[in-house]
């Protein structure tokens, strides 16, 4: 099994930045992409960003590009998301997210992601 675990949300103003980590554990060598997606109260899960099994390709959400930036260390085995120019619209529970070996990059749909993370809570004041 493989075991997702988030940190770095917390508390930030509007134009801040956060960095969030995503920590790899078990089986580590069956994760292919990984990704970001947010769900804000009330609201449907949304994708944020994807990055590839070798961390060469990304990929985002049309709200995201320019403001955020996705990345991985694989010898590391942790995923991270730069989030930059923060907005009220940004809070949400962050999840982590990856795919199995099999798809490289770099999906947008929930359903494409096989392990979850708990999520980490980030909340942008105004």
């Known amino acids: 099994q493989v075991q997702l675990v988030e940190s770095g949300g917390g508390l930030a103003q509007a134009g801040g930045s956060l960095r969030l980590s995503c920590a790899a554990s078990?089986?580590?060598?069956?994760?292919?992409?990984m990704a970001w997606f947010r769900q804000a109260p009330g609201k449907e899960r949304e994708f944020v960003a994807a990055?590839?099994?070798?961390?060469?390709?990304?990929f985002y959400s049309d709200s995201e590009k320019g403001r955020s930036t996705i990345s991985r260390d694989n010898a590391k085995n942790t995923a991270y998301l730069q989030m930059n120019s923060l907005k009220p619209e940004d809070t949400a529970v962050y999840y982590c997210?990856?795919?199995?070996?099999?798809?490289?990059?770099?999906?947008?749909?929930?359903?494409?992601?096989?392990?979850w993370g708990q999520g980490t809570r980030v909340t942008v004041s105004s």
């Open positions: 997210v990856g795919a199995d070996l099999r798809r490289h990059c770099c999906g947008s749909s929930w359903y494409e992601y096989d392990y």
């Open positions: 078990g089986r580590t060598f069956r994760i292919g992409a």
């Open positions: 990055v590839s099994w070798n961390g060469e390709t990304t």
